[in-house]
């Protein structure tokens, strides 16, 4: 909050506006949301342990402090292990400058909790107390307590040793006791905090667990349940988030880390995770929610240019920018560059494999992770092998990616970003007996690649020979079209063309349905010079419509089968055949009426012929002669015989 805004809420307050004054409106009968609770509620945050970790969680401790920064707590609190510790006194004085470093950018004030790792001394020249003195001295106490809105906040030290050995040890019972000083001063804070609404506790280890803690907790939990408002108890030392339940009224947790050691493989649904809890305090109670670190957003950073400086990183995702020749074997052994980008201003972390539902296909490397500097652009050699033969189960290999950086915005990981292999498939067979292509609605389909059908704009035609089984709601035939460009579709049985011009759907419409399980022709013109869109049902005008303007391009494939969404994916696939499916770059249709080919001839008005007689793997070729090949997609399949024409 602004000093202005500060002095403003301050005279509203003094004059009592905004004090239980209810729903202000000039609706009266409307019905009226239920206003807040008045009360004097305020958030504080608490941090796990530090230690343990690589070295470059202090960097987390450092996402972690500006993450807790936006959400502008009262206060942080601490549950020990501040540092590595475990050393002498040069070396703990470096690790506590390290970490006071850090967190003295909290804008809240924060307080701390000594953990074994803070006090316990490794090394030559010991001391009777190890780090007890260089621990206040440069901390703070290692018992106190203070208060804040009517809420008082205690910090126990759990590692005094073995009152009769002085050993310091947080695995034998006999060493987890708390002296009667320390007790005796917990009493005295306890009844004096009768008044206040909550108490909250803090200490290091989760004593209350017993076992190798020992059972000197329970006179600790009897002193807090007689006193009658402590609420909860917070500790660390396990690097676990793990609730322990309700003890009288009083709520046992005790957090994972903050950069601190997690397992090898760290599985955040059981409680491994660098995270910061947020403590909501309320008269009556309090809520309670751990945000990993990283997972706080500025929404004030989140500007269009930031927007769109990661759209630039999300369209330069890893790929290989070579061809990859496939010939009708289906063997493959070749050297393909891997091209990394990062156009951002902060680092970008790539995480790179290939995936395949085809087993046999073999990368090395098998994956990457590579850390581009802004700015950075790298190519990788990769090598791709196929033993072949191109059956149907060959499947064109994937580039998975996944990018991990961080911005003025927050901390980020893109979900999978995917861009298939570009392939260029040589010698395919055409086959010679009659098939068609059979889908099973949904995405099923066959798919031809934008790049592959480039088509000027001006005149055009899109034809097919289907047989429907099913055309309930909408259905694709042949489609391009999201916002932009041509389709051909049979929604609810009843064929239509569509072509986007000047920023406006031209669209015909047939007033017959078509015959399900018979085929039909159905052909969709745009005459440029005419003017006109036209559609044809089986050689017959079925529907006309004015048509003028320029197309919308887009860079989405072709389906076969279906529609195309925004991502290019196919949708709204009908089931059922398609056969003969052409794209023309003239008004292949003038009149009123004409004869469909049951086999269309290559000319040099072509731009896609699909016989789909036979597949080659999941290619379907392209008898147009500009290699306008298409791909099977999620169960499309060529068949043979029994639906011919």
């Not at 602004?2 to 506006?17: E, H, Y």
């Not at 020992?214 to 009897?222: A, K, P, R």
């Not at 269009?304 to 070579?322: C, E, F, I, N, T």
């Not at 036209?534 to 089968?561: C, D, F, M, W």
Request: one cysteine or more; glycine letters at 10%.
């Amino acid at each position: 909050m602004t000093l202005n805004m500060t002095i403003v809420a301050a005279c509203l307050l003094a004059s009592g506006v905004g004090q239980d004054a209810g729903i202000l409106t000039s609706r009266p009968d409307a019905l009226m949301p239920e206003t807040p609770v008045s009360d004097d509620a305020f958030l504080f945050a608490v941090f796990g342990d530090r230690t343990g970790g690589p070295a470059e969680g202090i960097q987390i401790l450092a996402e972690a402090v500006s993450d807790t920064n936006l959400i502008d707590p009262d206060l942080v609190m601490t549950v020990g292990d501040l540092i590595q510790g475990y050393n002498t006194r040069p070396s703990w004085l470096l690790q506590m400058t390290e970490f006071r470093g850090v967190m003295d950018e909290l804008n809240a004030p924060w307080f701390p909790v000594a953990g074994n790792h803070d006090i316990y001394w490794r090394g030559p020249g010991r001391t009777a107390d190890e780090h007890e003195s260089d621990y206040e001295d440069f901390f703070g106490p290692l018992w106190y307590a203070f208060d804040h809105k009517g809420c008082r906040f205690i910090v126990l030290y759990t590692d005094e040793g073995n009152p009769e050995t002085g050993e310091r040890s947080f695995s034998k019972p006999d060493c987890q006791q708390m002296s009667p000083e320390q007790k005796s001063w917990l009493a005295d804070t306890l009844a004096s905090a009768g008044q206040h609404r909550h108490v909250f506790v803090f200490c290091h280890h989760p004593r209350w667990r017993g076992g190798q803690y020992g059972d000197d907790w329970n006179e600790v939990h009897d002193m807090m349940a007689e006193a009658g408002n402590v609420t909860a108890v917070f500790a660390g030392h396990v690097h676990r988030l793990q609730y322990d339940g309700e003890r009288d009224g009083i709520d046992y947790l005790s957090l994972a880390t903050v950069g601190g050691g997690l397992p090898a493989e760290p599985v955040a649904a059981i409680g491994h995770l660098h995270h910061v809890t947020l403590v909501m305090v309320r008269d009556e109670g309090i809520a309670m929610a751990s945000i990993p670190v990283g997972g706080v957003i500025d929404p004030r950073a989140m500007t269009a240019d930031h927007q769109a400086a990661v759209q630039d990183l999300l369209a330069k995702a890893p790929h290989g920018p070579s061809v990859l020749d496939v010939q009708g074997t289906g063997i493959v052994n070749a050297e393909l560059p891997l091209k990394l980008e990062n156009p951002l201003g902060s680092p970008v972390e790539w995480s790179v494999r290939l995936e395949s539902e085809d087993p046999r296909w073999v990368l090395r490397p098998d994956h990457l992770h590579v850390t581009l500097a802004p700015g950075e652009t790298r190519s990788i050699p990769c090598h791709l092998h196929h033993p072949g033969p191109l059956d149907s189960d060959w499947e064109v290999p994937k580039w998975i990616s996944t990018a991990v950086f961080q911005d003025e915005a927050g901390s980020w990981e893109t979900s999978s970003l995917v861009q298939a292999v570009r392939v260029q498939p040589r010698n395919l067979a055409e086959g010679s007996e009659d098939g068609c292509l059979r889908l099973q609605g949904g995405n099923a389909s066959g798919l031809v690649a934008s790049e592959r059908i480039p088509l000027h704009d001006g005149s055009l035609t899109i034809e097919a020979w289907v047989r429907p089984e099913d055309l309930s709601g909408r259905r694709g035939i042949l489609a391009k079209t999201e916002s932009s460009e041509y389709g051909l579709f049979g929604s609810d049985g009843r064929p239509s063309f569509h072509i986007l011009l000047d920023g406006a759907y031209c669209e015909a419409y047939a007033e017959r349905e078509l015959d399900l399980a018979k085929w039909s022709h159905v052909a969709g013109v745009f005459d440029a010079e005419q003017n006109e869109i036209r559609l044809y049902v089986n050689g017959e005008l079925a529907a006309s419509a004015p048509a003028t303007g320029k197309r919308r391009l887009n860079n989405h494939p072709l389906i076969v089968g279906g529609d195309v969404d925004g991502g290019g994916h196919a949708v709204s696939g009908l089931t059922g055949c398609i056969d003969e499916v052409r794209l023309s770059s003239s008004a292949r249709y003038r009149e009123h009426s004409f004869v469909p080919s049951l086999r269309h001839a290559p000319d040099a008005e072509t731009v896609l012929l699909l016989h789909l007689d036979a597949a080659s793997g999941p290619f379907l070729p392209d008898a147009s002669g500009r290699e306008a090949w298409g791909v099977l997609q999620h169960g499309a399949e060529i068949i043979k015989g029994s639906a011919a024409k």
